[in-house]
């Protein structure tokens, strides 16, 4: 299945209202935003939920969506390092680093 590699900012009322132009200038603050808000979503599920990433209206789509795809591609957006927690976690270990010493 083809996906182009674009964010999509639209609205949805038939033939617009500005709400795109609008959120234009807008744009790197909702982009932190939307990152914080599926950073800080508890839910447990890779794709997600309607809290995060889902969009109940948005059926076709719901299918291919991943929570840690989405925080790498705002990350991206935003410039932000996008080394996951996987890699983070083995380069502390490998560097002994956030590991603790048992003393009897």
Known sequence: RFRPERLLLYDKHPGGIGLAAQ?????PELIQRALD???????????????????????NYN????????????KAVLGLDLETDKERNESEHEDGVGTAELSA
């Open 23 to 27: 959120a234009t200038p807008l744009f």
């Open 37 to 59: 808000l599926i950073e800080t979503c508890s839910c447990p599920y890779l794709k997600g939920c309607p809290c995060c990433v889902q969009h109940l209206d948005c059926k």
């Open 63 to 74: 299918a291919v969506l991943n929570k840690a795809g989405g925080v790498l591609v705002l």
